[in-house]
């Protein structure tokens, strides 16, 4: 069933990551999202929840119209009208998928739901075989599987597999899980469960003390092959595994991971902007691959060293995610070399290395005073000198 040199990208960021509030987006732009999904090639496309709302449903719906080369997703509960409702918005998808969920956790089951394990499995292996009454592509997953006992997962992973699910989703729901364990809890699950070569696993890692990128990194490691994320790393509280952290750490260490993706990273950049320019969440500076120093490079050393070859400092090209080119920012710890390299750039030449040294100066003073010093700071500072002299 997992093809196992190919992780499969599942893109919450129009479901889960719609449910950090604030985030609500327009049926209009969840399709331009989605479209943008589609040309990153992401092989699955969460469209939301249709059950939550009429909009939500609607906008499920217009997806799965405009949507041809990704397979667009509902979200359902283990509940006769919620697989119903996404069975209805998926109707016309080129390629649809049904995932229906259940909490499997003590504290859910007892707190939450108020069912015991056997009526939780009964409901969930239920569910899977309604929403295979709608499709042959269904995901089963069982919330808040980082709290929940894995013998029990066992059981109502067998069992869900057994009914008729294509994959099966690992949820750490409340990002608590360390990397090492959740790594051996997939391990175990894949060993453990007869039937496990029948679906693919998948994993679904939230972000509340950081780890949700390493708790993915590490589920694969140990034999997942779909991973959930949102671009810029959206989601409920503090977020969902990052979509481009993922796909670059595979991509970027082919040494240690043993599948890709078959993304075009090219297009992360426009896909990242576009999500932080409709949901208004802007991205942080130093957020990696997306975050506008991701690229930049201030320090002196670091610059000379880029200059002279760009490995010295990067272990990825900014044109593979999108980027246009890496970016040397001059300010106070830049050295001459960088100054020379960017005035050039600019078609002004130093006669001497005298001109350069009062240049290079003067810009030293100007940098005390501004954090970041750009190409027409430098050519008003280049006009005032050859005026002076
Ligand atoms: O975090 C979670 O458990 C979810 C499920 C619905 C997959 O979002
Ligand atoms: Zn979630």
């Not at 989605?34 to 929840?49: P, Y």
């Not at 260490?253 to 320019?277: E, H, K, N, W, Y």
Request: charged residues 30%; negative net charge; proline residues 3%.
């Amino acid at each position: 069933m997992t093809q196992p040199d190919k992780l499969i990208i599942f893109d919450t960021t129009l479901r889960d990551g719609e449910q950090s509030p604030g985030a609500s987006m327009t049926r209009e732009e969840k399709i331009r999202i989605a479209k943008a999904l589609e040309r990153l090639r992401v092989d699955v496309i969460e469209a939301g929840f249709p059950m939550a709302s009429p909009g939500d449903f609607e906008a499920v719906q217009a997806v799965a119209r405009a949507v041809r080369e990704s397979t667009v997703c509902g979200l359902a509960r283990a509940l006769e009208k919620d697989i119903d409702r996404a069975g209805e918005a998926l109707r016309e998808a080129e390629s649809g998928r049904i995932h229906t969920f259940i909490a499997t956790s003590p504290i859910h089951m007892e707190r939450k739901l108020r069912m015991n394990p056997d009526q939780v499995l009964e409901q969930a292996v239920w569910a899977v075989k309604r929403a295979r009454q709608w499709t042959d592509n269904v995901e089963f997953s069982a919330e808040d599987a980082g709290r929940s006992e894995l013998d029990f997962l066992c059981r109502i992973f067998e069992a869900v597999i057994e009914a008729g699910a294509t994959t099966v989703n690992v949820p750490d729901t409340v990002g608590y899980a360390m990397p090492h364990q959740f790594g051996e809890t997939i391990r175990q699950l894949m060993e453990r469960i007869p039937n496990a070569d029948r679906a693919v696993f998948s994993v679904h890692c939230h972000n509340d003390l950081g780890l949700a990128v390493s708790n993915s990194l590490a589920a694969v490691l140990n034999g997942a092959r779909q991973v959930e994320c949102t671009l810029n790393g959206l989601g409920e509280r503090a977020g969902n595994a990052s979509l481009e952290e993922v796909v670059m750490a595979v991509r970027t260490r082919r040494d240690v991971f043993p599948c890709d993706t078959d993304l075009d990273t090219t297009q992360i950049m426009t896909c990242s902007r576009l999500v932080a320019g409709i949901t208004g969440f802007p991205v942080q500076p130093n957020k990696a691959i997306v975050g506008a120093n991701a690229f930049a490079h201030e320090s002196g050393i670091h610059q000379d060293g880029v200059l002279k070859s760009r490995e010295t400092y990067e272990i990825m090209r900014a044109e593979d995610v999108g980027w246009s080119a890496n970016r040397i920012v001059l300010g106070k710890h830049s050295g001459r070399n960088a100054f020379r390299s960017r005035l050039e750039d600019l078609g002004v030449h130093f006669e001497s290395e005298e001109d350069l040294n009062s240049a290079f100066a003067r810009f030293k003073d100007l940098a005390d005073k501004k954090h970041e010093i750009y190409d027409e700071d430098l050519q008003a500072l280049v006009t005032e000198a050859s005026l002076e002299s």
